[in-house]
């Protein structure tokens, strides 16, 4: 059997608010498989961006097990809690979050040179990544330059710069018309499936369930 990219067992999150505790992990289990695509459906408050900061190594204070390509988070010490995300993860955001000084190719190129490509590298793996969005006429244009959607395409692209194993993005059209959101979604599960990557992509568009391999729902902390 081929071992998960993404094996959660057990998580929990509880956090303190007024004097009570709020569950908002309860044991939940969750295994993503290489080059899978899961949805990861809920209400606002169900906890999905809860379940991707832990997966993402964002914060701690979670108990259970979170094993990322093998690895088990808990034994990671700060290196490897730096090496990992940078390694094996790709993150994209609600929110795009470019670097507003750089314009849509440096954005792209900037993990990578950060892992040591050359220079040449990352910028044809940008320019190669950007133009599969369509926006190949756009590399020398800066975040204010583009427009919503456009900016998220770059979000994309940085994401799958390095080919991570494992992509995570948290509502990643939340701020797009629908339209949009919809192109959007598509080019980007086309991507991860086209690189191999797996990804695990929390959303509330139950259309993007027609282009992904498995949907799961969270509710109350757990995965129904």
Do not use: C, W
């Not at 701020?175 to 990804?199: I, P, R, Y």
């Amino acid at each position: 059997m081929t071992e998960a990219v993404l094996d959660v067992t057990g998580l929990t999150r509880s956090f303190s608010q007024g004097g009570e505790t709020i569950e908002v992990l309860r044991g939940l289990d969750l295994h993503v498989g290489p080059g899978e695509i899961v949805a990861l459906l809920g209400p606002s408050g169900s906890g999905k961006s809860t379940l991707l900061q832990a997966v993402g190594l964002l914060e701690g204070g979670f108990g259970g097990s979170i094993k990322i390509d093998g690895e088990e988070a808990a034994r990671l010490d700060a290196d490897g809690r730096t090496r990992v995300p940078r390694d094996k993860l790709g993150l994209v955001y609600q929110f795009h979050h470019l670097l507003p000084d750089f314009n849509a190719s440096e954005n792209v190129e900037l993990p990578m040179l950060i892992r040591d490509a050359t220079r040449v590298q990352a910028k044809d793996r940008a320019g190669e990544l950007l133009t599969a969005l369509g926006l190949g006429h756009r590399l020398t244009h800066r975040p204010s330059q583009l427009s919503g959607g456009e900016q998220q395409r770059v979000a994309v692209a940085r994401a799958l710069a390095n080919k991570p194993v494992l992509v995570l993005a948290d509502e990643p059209t939340g701020n797009l018309d629908e339209a949009t959101a919809q192109k959007v979604l598509a080019e980007f599960v086309a991507l991860v499936k086209g690189q191999g990557s797996a990804a695990l992509i929390a959303t509330h568009n139950i259309a993007l369930a027609r282009a992904v391999d498995r949907v799961v729902t969270l509710h109350e902390g757990r995965l129904a």
